[in-house]
């Protein structure tokens, strides 16, 4: 198990940038796929980009490919969201997520898979 704990967000622009955080504690990081999933206000959760223990990355939509960005460090038991380019459509709680997984699976943003969650950091957008 691996605890994780979100951190970074804000307040921003439109076209602004913010680089989320996602602090992992217990042991064996580099087990875990790691996925960033958000919620907007009054819909439901939804995946933004996942990345497998072996670094595949899989975007959940088109949209956020070429603005998002995940990256992990598993020395430092790190894994960060880049955001660029940010629109107020993207104002949601974002959240980090672990699954423990084979070296070989693929990245994958399906959120039951996913059973360690972090509590989330609000990312608002102002228009």
């Known amino acids: 198990q691996v605890q994780l704990v979100e951190s970074g967000g804000g307040l921003v622009q439109s076209g602004g940038s913010l680089r989320l955080s996602c602090a992992a504690s217990g042991s064996q990081f580099n087990r875990y796929g790691i996925g960033w999933f958000r919620q907007a206000p009054g819909k439901e959760r939804e995946g933004v980009v996942c990345?497998?223990?072996?670094?595949?990355?899989?975007y959940s939509s088109d949209s956020n490919k070429g603005r998002f960005t995940v990256s992990r460090d598993n020395d430092k038991k790190m894994a960060y969201l880049q955001l660029n380019n940010l629109k107020p459509e993207d104002t949601a709680v974002y959240f980090c997520?672990?699954?423990?997984?084979?070296?070989?699976?693929?990245?994958?943003?399906?959120?039951?898979?996913?059973?360690?969650w972090g509590q989330g950091t609000q990312v608002t957008v102002s228009s």
């Open positions: 990345m497998s223990r072996a670094g595949a990355v899989k």
């Open positions: 997520a672990a699954k423990n997984q084979i070296l070989t699976a693929p990245a994958t943003c399906a959120q039951d898979d996913y059973y360690n």
